[in-house]
């Protein structure tokens, strides 16, 4: 299982940006996607995560100004990020909590990282 990120860049504070990660490879199912982050010097951080059901839960910080959504016919989540602060600029992680075979316990699988900076 592989997931690869793509968006991220750099962007003036106040603009947007996209992410997406898709999961590839031989499973049975995937149950939640998210986005995590980890600003230089901090803990990887939870920014967004959206269950099978489209169920999502956000970090406070993000709130109002981040979207997740998920395809699931492509395996792919995104993330939309408006009105983008200096504060926002991290690598980004994706993650998919995913099956791999039936009767087996699922498990979390992480994407390489996509930085994202905001300047200001």
């Known amino acids: 299982v592989q997931l690869q990120a793509s968006g991220g860049g750099l962007v003036q504070a106040g603009g947007s940006l996209g992410l997406s990660c898709e999961a590839s490879?031989?499973?049975?199912?995937?149950?939640?996607m998210g986005w995590y982050r980890q600003a230089l010097g901090k803990e990887r951080e939870l920014v967004a995560y959206?269950?099978?059901?489209?169920?999502?839960k956000y970090a406070d910080s993000v709130k109002g100004r981040f979207t997740i959504s998920r395809e699931n016919a492509k395996n792919t989540v995104y993330l939309q990020m408006q009105s983008l602060k200096p504060e926002d600029t991290a690598v980004y992680y994706c993650?998919?909590?995913?099956?791999?075979?039936?009767?087996?316990?699922?498990?979390?699988?992480w994407g390489q990282g996509t930085q994202v900076t905001v300047s200001s």
């Open positions: 490879g031989t499973f049975v199912s995937i149950n939640g």
């Open positions: 993650t998919s909590n995913i099956r791999v075979r039936w009767g087996r316990d699922s498990s979390d699988f």
């Open positions: 959206i269950f099978r059901g489209g169920v999502t």
